[in-house]
């Protein structure tokens, strides 16, 4: 049984990241891919469901104002986010997002730990979606006129269900739907344009409500002045209402572009992904600004409270009373619908995003490639956050809005950079500014609203913890890919196996004199037994960057000062010689000698110096990696030290 559990969770395990089901997976490669429109649908998903919340959150973040606190979030959307993203989608058109574009920004282990960080933020996103989407989607099924007398109090339990469904839904093997996101959004976008129709019509044929609106809105400010003061003020209360751009970017690898494309220049992907940013964005920046209007002339303030029948479903409020409960209904359950699927698209995106980057760094166990593991952990994570928040969808807009700021504060960021090295003055300063705008939005939303902050600190805690337990664990794995020899390296080995078994001298690179070689050789022959008719090859790695865990090795060969080398560039020291003495057993069908001197020094300190910068006391590292990788200890190559 455990055996058959072992396999059902493991199952899928690959390789290749960003291959799992949902609708960020990356398409196989004869995946012809979908026009942008339809495409756009997935972004949609998470995009245009916050029309369930958004409204009610601007309402109370931004009270009467609540509109004038719109436009100003509709011009960061489109002189912000939009022209962010947009070269976002230039910069890493395959998906990969701001996150590469950072990744590259940084080398050595300063790299991985900002990637760490920005994931754990990415997390922060991406599970809060989940549950604040699952939290309004139980909303909606209690203030529903038809929902049975016992799901009055029972929010915190449909929520949960609702997670352990979508949960259910990725252990059973959830695929690609682009045709049901098509479906969702287009059935939920024509309900909104009625209920904001209707609600329009009401409010312009009834001016009186425009008036009290604007007398209570002079009533409780100065002037003109002071309500653009406030509104500027509280707009980052609003910030949930840009998520999606970060899914916009993720989804390309599904746009299908032009035949022509290519995975050097796919110019039709990038335009159309460009395209459907742009579309989108638009798009919801009208409906939030006629929905804002809607609710906050027709909605009495009170009914927007913790408990009021506005609370967390403004939208749905309207659609009930001004077109009945049947109408009502409708609109509830394709609302349900959408903040489901937008939960979807969110796991979907973290089933994407860990694989990508945590195994590749040796951070996390290889099982993390797997989606069921994962799905697993991320369910458990969902019920602990909605738990903490108790389904409330208030309480959790804060945490929501802090992960999309941050993402878009990294994107912003690489933008400005991507442009400034292609001399771009113009360009960098618009970044710049957007930037500024982004951190000071960010700021405000922190300081007002620290929870965000505290759950993203508890994701970035729990990654940098776990990744670094993990890397330490999986220190004294093989860690090569692959190893290749090329044409001199092979020609020298296969003479010297002619004359027996293949003898090693583990070697510092650094250039040599005939002299220095000759004293190494005799100072082994000394201290350890190498036969006088053997001829060793001195073998001398070179640390790229320690930081790496898996590269590909190619092994290349001289004869310079007298001697014969073999000389190699990996991320440690001893990983890189025993992968190199492996595959000189696997060619030559011989157990390799590799001959090592003692290093001197504390114990400890070269185990942190090999953790950190790949070196430190390279004998025993190496015979333990060869003991971990071959367990038939005859064929495992021999290892003398003197």
Same mark, same amino acid.
């Given at each position: 049984?455990?055996?058959?559990?072992?396999?059902?969770l493991l199952e899928g395990l690959s390789e290749q990241s960003a291959r799992h089901p949902g609708p960020h997976a990356a398409p196989s490669v004869e995946h012809r891919g979908h026009r942008w429109w339809?495409?756009?649908?997935?972004?949609?998903?998470?995009?245009?469901?916050?029309?369930?919340?958004?409204?009610?959150?601007?309402?109370?973040?931004?009270?009467?104002?609540?509109?004038?606190?719109?436009?100003?979030?509709?011009?960061?959307?489109?002189?912000?986010?939009?022209?962010?993203? $947009?070269?976002?989608?230039?910069?890493?058109?395959?998906?990969?997002?701001?996150?590469?574009?950072?990744?590259?920004?940084?080398?050595?282990?300063?790299?991985?730990?900002?990637?760490?960080?920005?994931?754990?933020?990415?997390?922060?996103?991406?599970?809060?979606?989940?549950?604040?989407?699952?939290?309004?989607?139980?909303?909606?099924?209690?203030?529903?006129?038809?929902?049975?007398?016992?799901?009055?109090?029972?929010?915190?339990?449909?929520?949960?269900?609702?997670?352990?469904?979508?949960?259910?839904?990725?252990?059973?093997?959830?695929?690609?739907?682009?045709?049901?996101?098509?479906?969702?959004?287009?059935?939920?976008?024509?309900?909104?344009?009625?209920?904001?129709?209707?609600?329009?019509?009401?409010?312009?044929?009834?001016?009186?409500?425009?008036?009290?609106?604007?007398?209570?809105?002079?009533?409780?400010?100065?002037?003109?002045?002071?309500?653009?003061?406030?509104?500027?003020?509280?707009f980052p209360k609003l910030a949930l209402g840009m998520s999606g751009f970060e899914t916009g970017v993720a989804v390309m690898p599904q746009v299908k572009g032009d035949p022509t494309d290519?995975?050097?220049?796919?110019?039709?992907?990038?335009?159309?992904? $460009?395209?459907?940013?742009?579309?989108?964005?638009?798009?919801?920046?009208?409906?939030?600004?006629?929905?804002?209007?809607?609710?906050?002339?027709?909605?009495?303030?009170?009914?927007?409270?913790?408990?009021? =029948?506005?609370?967390?479903?403004?939208?749905?409020?309207?659609?009930?009373?001004?077109?009945?409960?049947?109408?009502?209904?409708?609109?509830?359950?394709?609302?349900?619908?959408?903040?489901?699927?937008?939960?979807?698209?969110?796991?979907?995106?973290?089933?994407?995003?860990? =694989?990508?980057?945590?195994?590749?760094?040796?951070?996390?166990?290889?099982?993390?490639?797997?989606?069921?593991?994962?799905?697993?952990?991320?369910?458990?994570?969902?019920?602990?956050?909605?738990?903490?928040?108790?389904?409330?969808?208030?309480?959790?807009?804060?945490?929501?809005?802090?992960?999309?700021?941050?993402?878009?504060?990294?994107?912003?960021?690489?933008?400005?950079?991507?442009?400034?090295?292609?001399?771009?003055?113009?360009?960098?300063?618009?970044?710049?500014?957007?930037?500024?705008?982004?951190?000071?939005?960010?700021?405000?939303?922190?300081?007002?609203?620290?929870?965000?902050?505290?759950?993203?600190?508890?994701?970035?805690?729990?990654?940098?913890?776990?990744?670094?337990?993990?890397?330490?664990?999986?220190?004294?794995?093989?860690?090569?890919?692959?190893?290749?020899?090329?044409?001199?390296?092979?020609?020298?080995?296969?003479?010297?196996?002619?004359?027996? =078994?293949?003898?090693?001298?583990?070697?510092?690179?650094?250039?040599?004199?005939?002299?220095?070689?000759?004293?190494?050789?005799?100072?082994?022959?000394?201290?350890?037994?190498?036969?006088?008719?053997?001829?060793?090859?001195?073998?001398?790695?070179?640390?790229?960057?320690?930081?790496?865990?898996?590269?590909?090795?190619?092994?290349?060969?001289?004869?310079?000062?007298?001697?014969?080398?073999?000389?190699?560039?990996?991320?440690?020291?001893?990983?890189?010689?025993?992968?190199?003495?492996?595959?000189?057993?696997?060619?030559?069908?011989?157990?390799?000698?590799?001959?090592?001197?003692?290093?001197?020094?504390?114990?400890?300190?070269?185990?942190?110096?090999?953790?950190?910068?790949?070196?430190?006391?390279?004998?025993?590292?190496?015979?333990?990696?060869?003991?971990?990788?071959?367990?038939?200890?005859?064929?495992?190559?021999?290892?003398?030290?003197?």
């Amino acid at each position: 049984m455990r055996s058959r559990l072992r396999s059902w969770l493991l199952e899928g395990l690959s390789e290749q990241s960003a291959r799992h089901p949902g609708p960020h997976a990356a398409p196989s490669v004869e995946h012809r891919g979908h026009r942008w429109w339809r495409v756009m649908c997935l972004t949609g998903v998470d995009y245009f469901s916050t029309l369930g919340y958004q409204p009610g959150i601007a309402a109370l973040a931004a009270g009467l104002l609540s509109p004038l606190a719109t436009l100003v979030l509709i011009a960061l959307t489109l002189l912000g986010a939009l022209p962010v993203y $947009r070269r976002v989608a230039r910069e890493s058109p395959h998906g990969e997002g701001s996150i590469a574009m950072l990744e590259r920004l940084l080398s050595w282990w300063a790299g991985k730990i900002f990637v760490l960080v920005l994931l754990g933020f990415a997390a922060t996103d991406f599970m809060i979606t989940i549950t604040l989407s699952a939290a309004d989607a139980a909303a909606h099924v209690v203030e529903n006129p038809f929902a049975p007398h016992w799901a009055a109090g029972a929010g915190m339990a449909i929520t949960l269900l609702l997670v352990g469904l979508l949960g259910g839904v990725f252990l059973k093997g959830f695929r690609e739907a682009v045709g049901i996101a098509v479906v969702l959004v287009s059935t939920y976008l024509a309900l909104n344009v009625v209920v904001l129709a209707v609600s329009g019509w009401e409010v312009l044929s009834r001016p009186v409500v425009i008036g009290n609106w604007t007398d209570a809105l002079t009533a409780a400010h100065s002037s003109p002045l002071a309500m653009v003061g406030v509104a500027l003020l509280v707009f980052p209360k609003l910030a949930l209402g840009m998520s999606g751009f970060e899914t916009g970017v993720a989804v390309m690898p599904q746009v299908k572009g032009d035949p022509t494309d290519t995975w050097e220049k796919p110019a039709g992907r990038v335009r159309d992904t $460009r395209k459907l940013l742009t579309t989108a964005a638009l798009t919801m920046s009208c409906l939030l600004l006629l929905s804002s209007l809607a609710t906050t002339i027709l909605i009495p303030q009170r009914d927007f409270a913790a408990g009021g =029948p506005a609370n967390g479903r403004a939208l749905a409020y309207l659609a009930h009373e001004r077109l009945g409960p049947v109408f009502g209904t409708v609109y509830d359950v394709s609302t349900i619908a959408i903040l489901w699927f937008a939960g979807a698209s969110a796991l979907a995106g973290l089933l994407n995003l860990v =694989p990508r980057y945590l195994p590749r760094y040796g951070m996390a166990p290889e099982w993390t490639r797997a989606v069921r593991p994962l799905v697993l952990v991320f369910m458990v994570a969902a019920v602990l956050i909605t738990v903490w928040f108790d389904a409330s969808v208030d309480a959790q807009s804060g945490a929501y809005a802090t992960g999309v700021l941050v993402l878009m504060l990294s994107a912003s960021f690489a933008s400005a950079v991507a442009v400034h090295r292609r001399g771009r003055r113009a360009a960098t300063v618009g970044f710049g500014a957007i930037t500024a705008v982004f951190a000071y939005t960010l700021v405000t939303n922190v300081r007002e609203r620290p929870d965000g902050i505290k759950i993203a600190l508890i994701f970035i805690v729990a990654i940098l913890v776990t990744s670094f337990v993990s890397r330490v664990h999986r220190a004294f794995e093989l860690r090569a890919a692959e190893v290749t020899f090329d044409e001199t390296a092979a020609r020298l080995v296969d003479e010297a196996a002619r004359l027996g =078994p293949l003898r090693l001298i583990a070697n510092e690179p650094q250039e040599h004199s005939r002299r220095e070689y000759r004293a190494k050789e005799d100072d082994q022959r000394t201290h350890t037994p190498i036969p006088d008719d053997g001829h060793p090859l001195f073998l001398e790695v070179f640390v790229r960057d320690s930081s790496d865990f898996t590269s590909d090795i190619t092994v290349r060969g001289d004869h310079r000062h007298g001697v014969r080398r073999l000389r190699v560039s990996g991320p440690t020291v001893p990983n890189t010689i025993a992968a190199v003495l492996l595959a000189l057993r696997d060619r030559t069908g011989e157990v390799p000698h590799a001959y090592f001197s003692w290093t001197e020094g504390n114990p400890f300190g070269h185990l942190v110096r090999f953790l950190v910068f790949g070196d430190g006391e390279v004998a025993p590292v190496t015979r333990e990696v060869l003991r971990r990788a071959e367990r038939e200890p005859e064929r495992r190559p021999h290892v003398h030290v003197g």
